[in-house]
C-alpha cells in the first residue's frame, strides 16, 4: 500500500458535475430575461430530450422522484394496488408506490448485474399487480426483453427507473423509450439541471394527462380540471439541460473508458461490474464487490479517494419500512447490499486520477 505521507496529497471525488461556460452563459440570459419559470426553454429541453430518446413525448418536472410518483398517478395506479419493485436500489423506486397507498412487492435481484430479476418477477405477479417498475441500476439497462413479456403476458404496466441511465441502450434502443421512462437530473447523474427530472413516453394521451397533474391540472386560463401539483421544471434549470444534453454522449463516452480502465487493471481479487451482452451500460457509478467492506472504505478515504454504498441495505430493510410491517426476504439483494462499493469513475477524472485510483486499490489487503 501506498505511504501515509502520499495517501492525503490527492483528493478525487466520487462524482463531480461537468458545467461548463455555456451552460452558465445560458442560464444568464435566461435570468435576465425575466422569465424564470416554466415556458418555453422547458419546452426546447422537452423536444430536445425526447428526440434523443427516441419517443413522442417528453414531460419536465423537478426532479426525478416526482417522475416516478407522477408515472404511477398517471397510469392509475391507486390503493389496494401492488406494484412490483426490485429490492436493491435506491428506496424513491419503492416510496413512490407508497404514496399512491399501494403496495410494493419486492422482487429479488440478478447478482451479477445487480438487476430486477424476471424469473422473481414471475413468482412475485398476483391478481392485484398492476405494474412493474424496472431500475436500470448504475446505468446498466435491466433485461428489458423479459421483463416487457412478463408485463405483455399479465396485462402490466412497464415503468423505467431510468434516473441513472441517461443514454444507456437495450438492443440499440435508448432506455426510457420500451415503458413510461423516469429520469433524474441530480447533480451525481450522467447530465443535470441541478434538480429536475422528465418522463417520457409515445402515448400522447398519457402525456396530456401528466402536463395536467404537474400544473395544477389546469388546462389554461385557470380552468382546472383536476387535482393537479407544482411539479414543473423552471427555464433558468431546463437551459442547463439544453446544454447538457448535447455534451451527454460525450461525457457517457468518457464514463465508458474510465470503466474499461478500471476493470482491465483493477486486480481479479475485486468482483467488477458485469455487463449483460446487448446492452450500453453507462456507468452512472463503477459498483464493486468487497467482502470485507468497512477496511476497504477506510483505506479508500484515507488515500483520499471518493467512494460510496449504492446502497447499504435491501429497501425493506430500511427502518421505514420495518416501521410499516413490509415484509420480505429477497437473499440476492441482501448479501450485494453489504458488499458494494461504488469507485469514482465521472468523466473529470484524469489519466493520473485512474492510475492512482488502481494502484491504490490494488494494494489493499482484501
Same mark, same amino acid.
Given at each position: 500500500?501506498?505511504?501515509?505521507?502520499?495517501?492525503?496529497?490527492?483528493?478525487?471525488?466520487? %462524482?463531480?458535475? !461537468? +458545467?461548463? #461556460?455555456?451552460?452558465?452563459?445560458?442560464? /444568464? $440570459?435566461?435570468?435576465?430575461?425575466?422569465?424564470? *419559470?416554466?415556458?418555453?426553454?422547458?419546452?426546447?429541453?422537452?423536444?430536445?430530450?425526447?428526440?434523443?430518446?427516441?419517443?413522442?413525448?417528453?414531460?419536465?418536472?423537478?426532479?426525478?422522484?416526482?417522475?416516478?410518483?407522477?408515472?404511477?398517478?398517471?397510469?392509475?395506479?391507486?390503493?389496494?394496488?401492488?406494484?412490483?419493485?426490485?429490492?436493491?436500489?435506491?428506496?424513491?423506486?419503492?416510496?413512490?408506490?407508497?404514496?399512491?397507498?399501494?403496495?410494493?412487492?419486492?422482487?429479488?435481484?440478478?447478482?451479477?448485474?445487480?438487476?430486477?430479476?424476471?424469473?422473481?418477477?414471475?413468482?412475485?405477479?398476483?391478481?392485484?399487480?398492476?405494474?412493474?417498475?424496472?431500475?436500470?441500476?448504475?446505468?446498466?439497462?435491466?433485461?428489458?426483453? %423479459?421483463?416487457? !413479456? +412478463?408485463? #405483455?403476458?399479465?396485462?402490466?404496466?412497464? /415503468? $423505467?427507473?431510468?434516473?441513472?441511465?441517461?443514454? *444507456?441502450?437495450?438492443?440499440?434502443?435508448?432506455?426510457?423509450?420500451?415503458?413510461?421512462?423516469?429520469?433524474?437530473?441530480?447533480?451525481?447523474?450522467?447530465?443535470?439541471?441541478?434538480?429536475?427530472?422528465?418522463?417520457?413516453?409515445?402515448?400522447?394521451?398519457?402525456?396530456?394527462?401528466?402536463?395536467?397533474?404537474?400544473?395544477?391540472?389546469?388546462?389554461?386560463?385557470?380552468?382546472?380540471?383536476?387535482?393537479?401539483?407544482?411539479?414543473?421544471?423552471?427555464?433558468?434549470?431546463?437551459?442547463?439541460?439544453?446544454?447538457?444534453?448535447?455534451?451527454?454522449?460525450?461525457?457517457?463516452?468518457?464514463?465508458?473508458?474510465?470503466?474499461?480502465?478500471?476493470?482491465?487493471?483493477?486486480?481479479?481479487?475485486?468482483?467488477?461490474?458485469?455487463?449483460?451482452?446487448?446492452?450500453?451500460?453507462?456507468?452512472?457509478?463503477?459498483?464493486?464487490? /468487497? $467482502?470485507?467492506?468497512?477496511?476497504?472504505?477506510?483505506?479508500?478515504?484515507?488515500?483520499?479517494?471518493?467512494?460510496?454504498?449504492?446502497?447499504?441495505?435491501?429497501?425493506?430493510?430500511?427502518?421505514?419500512?420495518?416501521?410499516?410491517?413490509?415484509?420480505?426476504?429477497?437473499?440476492?439483494?441482501?448479501?450485494?447490499?453489504?458488499?458494494?462499493?461504488?469507485?469514482?469513475?465521472?468523466?473529470?477524472?484524469?489519466?493520473?486520477?485512474?492510475?492512482?485510483?488502481?494502484?491504490?486499490?490494488?494494494?489493499?489487503?482484501?
Amino acid at each position: 500500500m501506498m505511504e501515509s505521507d502520499t495517501e492525503t496529497k490527492r483528493t478525487i471525488p466520487i %462524482a463531480k458535475p !461537468e +458545467i461548463g #461556460e455555456e451552460e452558465i452563459s445560458r442560464v /444568464i $440570459e435566461v435570468l435576465k430575461s425575466g422569465m424564470l *419559470a416554466q415556458g418555453k426553454i422547458v419546452e426546447e429541453f422537452e423536444r430536445a430530450f425526447a428526440e434523443y430518446i427516441g419517443v413522442k413525448e417528453a414531460i419536465a418536472v423537478s426532479n426525478g422522484t416526482i417522475a416516478l410518483d407522477l408515472a404511477l398517478k398517471a397510469v392509475g395506479i391507486k390503493e389496494g394496488d401492488e406494484v412490483i419493485v426490485p429490492a436493491f436500489t435506491f428506496i424513491a423506486t419503492a416510496n413512490c408506490v407508497l404514496f399512491q397507498h399501494a403496495k410494493p412487492v419486492f422482487a429479488d435481484i440478478d447478482e451479477k448485474t445487480m438487476n430486477i430479476d424476471a424469473n422473481d418477477v414471475l413468482e412475485k405477479v398476483t391478481d392485484k399487480t398492476k405494474a412493474v417498475i424496472g431500475v436500470h441500476l448504475y446505468g446498466q439497462p435491466f433485461d428489458v426483453n %423479459a421483463i416487457s !413479456e +412478463i408485463c #405483455e403476458d399479465h396485462d402490466l404496466i412497464l /415503468i $423505467e427507473d431510468a434516473a441513472q441511465a441517461h443514454g *444507456a441502450e437495450y438492443d440499440g434502443k435508448k432506455v426510457g423509450s420500451f415503458g413510461v421512462g423516469c429520469f433524474s437530473f441530480y447533480p451525481t447523474k450522467n447530465m443535470t439541471t441541478g434538480e429536475g427530472g422528465m418522463i417520457t413516453t409515445n402515448d400522447t394521451r398519457l402525456a396530456e394527462k401528466l402536463r395536467l397533474l404537474r400544473n395544477h391540472g389546469d388546462t389554461g386560463k385557470y380552468n382546472h380540471v383536476m387535482l393537479g401539483y407544482n411539479y414543473r421544471m423552471t427555464d433558468f434549470q431546463a437551459v442547463i439541460g439544453v446544454e447538457q444534453l448535447k455534451k451527454l454522449d460525450s461525457f457517457i463516452e468518457k464514463r465508458i473508458k474510465n470503466a474499461e480502465y478500471l476493470s482491465k487493471n483493477l486486480k481479479d481479487d475485486i468482483v467488477k461490474p458485469f455487463a449483460m451482452e446487448k446492452v450500453k451500460h453507462v456507468f452512472n457509478q463503477y459498483v464493486v464487490q /468487497i $467482502e470485507r467492506r468497512d477496511n476497504f472504505i477506510e483505506q479508500l478515504k484515507k488515500a483520499g479517494i471518493g467512494c460510496a454504498v449504492h446502497y447499504p441495505m435491501a429497501v425493506y430493510e430500511q427502518p421505514l419500512y420495518k416501521e410499516l410491517g413490509i415484509v420480505a426476504k429477497c437473499e440476492r439483494a441482501e448479501r450485494v447490499a453489504r458488499r458494494v462499493v461504488s469507485l469514482p469513475v465521472h468523466p473529470s477524472l484524469t489519466a493520473e486520477d485512474l492510475k492512482y485510483i488502481v494502484e491504490f486499490v490494488n494494494g489493499i489487503e482484501l
